[in-house]
């Protein structure tokens, strides 16, 4: 990764892309909306994608916030 300053195109890409990642997440959470279903996918040791990608999806909101502080 370089680091030759802030790069707000880069900036929409990444939130684009963990944007959809949360949208497949969430999809995924009301799909097997019921606890067991939910349980199920968490003993398997799914879980750690599920962290992974809800830790991505809260930087997305970070860098959204930061979008809107720099307008």
């Known amino acids: 990764m370089e680091d030759s300053g802030f790069s707000l195109k880069g ?9 959809i990642i949360g949208l497949f997440v969430y ?5 097997f909306g019921d606890i ?3 349980a199920k996918v968490l003993h398997r040791g799914n879980w ?3 962290l992974i990608a809800g830790v991505l ?5 970070i ?4 979008i809107f502080k720099i307008l």
Do not use: M, P, R, T
């Open 11 to 19: 900036l929409f890409k990444k939130v684009i892309f963990w944007s």
């Open 27 to 31: 999809y995924v959470v009301i799909h």
């Open 36 to 38: 067991e279903n939910i």
């Open 48 to 50: 750690k994608i599920l």
């Open 57 to 61: 999806q809260l930087l997305a909101f």
């Open 63 to 66: 860098f959204v916030g930061d």
